[in-house]
T-cell receptor, first 114, second 111 residues
Framework: NAGVTQTPKFQVLKTGQSMTLQCAQDMNHNSMYWYRQDPGMGLRLIYYSASEGTTDKGEVPNGYNVSRLNKREFSLRLESAAPSQTSVYFC?????????????FGDGTRLSIL | RKEVEQDPGPFNVPEGATVAFNCTYSNSASQSFFWYRQDCRKEPKLLMSVYSSGNEDGRFTAQLNRASQYISLLIRDSKLSDSATYLCVVSLTGGYQKVTFGTGTKLQVIP
């Protein structure tokens, strides 16, 4: 019962370094999402992919890029990490266009930028 | 006004008590509603969907009031294991899910 799998679970970077967060789902969902969660801010959408081949900006896209590699995989890239990007990152997936279809989350990547 | 608003709490209740949370939303076109539970430093997990007629799952009851634009979650016979943050989630449907998460209400059940 893998569901949504994120790697890595923890990462420490230096300012200016780049890295890619990986996400894969095995539920055959069309839509995938990347969120960040900061204390007192709740979950904020970074980017989403409504279906394979499409990506769109969410609420806080600056400093990030994404790739929907195939239906299963959706990666998030930090090109030049900044301390403000220290956060917990969650990937999620859901069926598209269906009422009452909830999002399913991975267990997160805890990222610290020094 | 925030799209989804919740009282952050914390709600400190004794074991066995009944506790209720409300969540208000601003977009009257919202179509789907959910309650999620999030434990400290863990991912959000779906607790239950919220249906127009209201729905129950064991000790948990969810209600939707479209006229006043709020949803509620009632927990009966609180257990220590219910201690968590409860997130209200509202979505527009159509093409993709534009989903908005509340910042959560913290519940602490006390022995």
């Amino acid at each position: 019962n893998a569901g949504v799998t994120q790697t890595p679970k923890f990462q420490v970077l230096k300012t200016g370094q780049s890295m890619t967060l990986q996400c894969a789902q095995d539920m055959n969902h069309n839509s995938m999402y990347w969120y960040r969660q900061d204390p007192g801010m709740g979950l904020r959408l970074i980017y989403y992919s409504a279906s394979e081949g499409t990506t769109d900006k969410g609420e806080v896209p600056n400093g990030y890029n994404v790739s929907r590699l195939n239906k299963r995989e959706f990666s998030l890239r930090l090109e030049s990490a900044a301390p403000s990007q220290t956060s917990v990152y969650f990937c999620a997936s859901s069926d598209r266009g269906q009422r009452n279809q909830p999002q399913h989350f991975g267990d997160g990547t805890r990222l610290s930028i020094l | 006004r925030k799209e989804v608003e919740q009282d952050p709490g914390p709600f400190n209740v004794p074991e066995g008590a009944t506790v209720a949370f409300n969540c208000t939303y601003s977009n009257s076109a919202s179509q789907s509603f959910f309650w999620y539970r999030q434990d400290c430093r863990k991912e959000p997990k779906l607790l239950m969907s919220v249906y127009s007629s209201g729905n129950e799952d064991g000790r948990f009851t969810a209600q939707l009031n479209r006229a006043s634009q709020y949803i509620s979650l009632l927990i009966r016979d609180s257990k220590l294991s219910d201690s968590a943050t409860y997130l209200c989630v509202v979505s527009l449907t159509g093409g993709y899910q534009k989903v908005t998460f509340g910042t959560g209400t913290k519940l602490q059940v006390i022995p």
